[in-house]
């Protein structure tokens, strides 16, 4: 990306990237805590009567790096702009996200634009 102009279309698409990957990282788990107690030994009729796990897909490691990029860029916008980018790129209804700010859709959705236009400026300069 280094080659090419940024857009704001190009940032969301960044910010959406990041939330989809930090919902496929682990959970965080508190420390300290484990069990004593011995694995369950099922048999083979019990495995096939059990419900199936669901397949956990993790990021990859360019995934992360890009994550980490967008940290960064967060920190060049106010905190309730940050706030609107990350609803949205959680795919938030414009709705919603208009009743929180206490304003109409169109007036959060150039908010929005507006914090998009501030990153792809700063990154642009860079």
């Not at 959406?16 to 990282?25: G, H, I, S, Y």
């Not at 004593?36 to 019990?46: A, H, L, Q």
């Not at 096939?48 to 796990?53: H, I, T, Y």
Request: aromatic share 12%.
């Amino acid at each position: 990306m280094a080659d090419c102009e940024w857009t704001a279309d190009c940032v969301a698409d960044h910010f959406e990237e990041a939330f989809r990957t930090l919902r496929k990282l682990p959970p965080v788990k508190a420390q300290g805590y484990f069990n004593t107690w011995p694995d369950i030994v099922r048999t083979s009729r019990e495995i096939a009567a059990m419900e199936p796990q669901p397949m956990r897909v993790w990021p990859s490691a360019a995934a992360i790096t890009r994550l980490e990029q967008t940290f960064d860029w967060v920190l060049w916008i106010e905190e309730a702009e940050r706030k609107l980018v990350w609803s949205r790129a959680a795919r938030v209804p414009w709705k919603q996200i208009s009743g929180e700010l206490g304003c109409d859709r169109t007036t959060a959705w150039r908010r929005w634009q507006l914090a998009l236009t501030k990153i792809a400026a700063r990154l642009n300069a860079q």
